[in-house]
C-alpha cells in the first residue's frame, strides 16, 4: 500500500471552491448534535467549518417552521456548512437556494446516510447506487447557488465495493467542491476499521479535495487517515460530542506531532455549562435543556456518580435546576 509522507499532509489549509478554510480538520453533520450551540462550541474548540445537522429540502420547500429554526447562524461560529438530503433535483435546488439566503458559506448534499427510513425515499445511501440521480442533483445544486457545494458519501454499500472513486469523479465533473468520504461501507454503519485503501484510491481519481470521515477519534487516528490515504483533510463526528476541544488537539498534534492532554472532568463540566446556557438561550429555557439530554453522557463518561448525574439532567427544565446540578458536581471531581 502507498503511503503519504505525514509532513506533506498536516494541518493545512482546504481551498473549497471560493472558500478557504483556515486547516484542514472540520465538524462533522449529526443529526440532533450539531445545531447552533454545538457548532459554537466547535468553533471555540478549533474546528476549521462548523457542519449543521442535516435538514430534509422537502421541509425547507414547504416553510416547516422546525427545519427554517435551523437555519441560524451565529458570527462565531463561521465559516458554516448546511447539510440538505432529498431524491429530486428541483426540491434540493430550490433548499440550497434558501440555505444560501440565509448566510451559510457552504452547501453539503448528504449522499451517505445508511438509515431505511431516508434510504426508503431514494435519498442518502440509496444515492451511491444511483449515478443519474446522483449527478442530476448535484448539478441542479452547483447551479442554483453561488456559494461552494460539497457531497458526502460512503466507500460503498458493502465491503470491498469501491464505489467512491466513480462516485468522486462523477461529483467533479457536475461541479463539486470537495467531496467528504466516510471510509465504511452502509453495512458497516459506524463500525469497524475505516478503508483507508478505498480512501485512497478516491483521492487520487480526483483533483478536488477529499476529505475522510468515520472512525477520526483520536490525532493519531487523523494522521492515519491523511498519511495512509493522501486525503485533504479530516471530518470528525462523535468524537466531538462532550469534546469540542478535540479538533485543537488533533491540528496540534498534525502540526507538531506533539499530544496535548485529553480535557480535564472540570474543564468539560465548563464546557457543559456553556453548552446549556447556549441551548437555553437558543431554543428556549425547556426545549433547549431537553435536546442536551443526548449528549449529557458524552460529557459526563467517566465522572464519579455518572449515572446519578444523567438521571437528574433528565428531570431537569430550568437553568438554575442545572446551575445547582454542576456546582454539587464541581465538589466530587478530583481534576
Known sequence: MTTISATSALSNPIVLGSLTLQHNVILSPMVGVTDAPFRRLSARGGAALMSGEMLSAQALKFQNKKTLAMLQFFPDERPV??????????????????IEERGADLVDINAGCP???????????????DDARFAAILSAVVKAVRIPVTIKIRIGVRENEYLA???????ENCGAAAVVVHARPVSKRHSGRPDWEGLRQTVEAVKIPVIGNGGVNT??????????????????????????????????YLSTEELLPEATQREKLETLAQHAAW???FFGERQGLLRLRK???????GFPN??????RANKIATIKEWTELLESTRETLLV
Not at 438509515?115 to 447506487?129: D, Q, R
Not at 472513486?165 to 461529483?171: E, I, M, T, V
Not at 449528549?295 to 463518561?301: C, E, G, L, N
Open 165 to 171: 472513486p466513480a462516485l468522486a469523479k462523477l461529483a
Open 295 to 301: 449528549i449529557v453522557p458524552y460529557y459526563v463518561a
Open 279 to 281: 441551548a437555553a438561550e
Open 115 to 129: 438509515v431505511p427510513k431516508i434510504t426508503k425515499t431514494k435519498s442518502g445511501a440509496a444515492l451511491l447506487k
Open 219 to 252: 490525532p493519531k487516528d487523523a494522521e492515519n487517515f491523511l498519511r495512509i490515504s493522501g486525503c485533504a483533510g479530516v471530518s470528525v463526528g462523535r468524537s466531538a460530542i462532550g469534546d469540542p476541544e478535540i479538533f485543537r488537539r488533533i491540528r496540534h
Open 81 to 98: 456548512s448546511s447539510q440538505i438530503m432529498g431524491s429530486e433535483p428541483e426540491i434540493m435546488a430550490i433548499a440550497a437556494r434558501m
Open 306 to 311: 455518572a449515572t446519578t448525574f444523567r438521571a
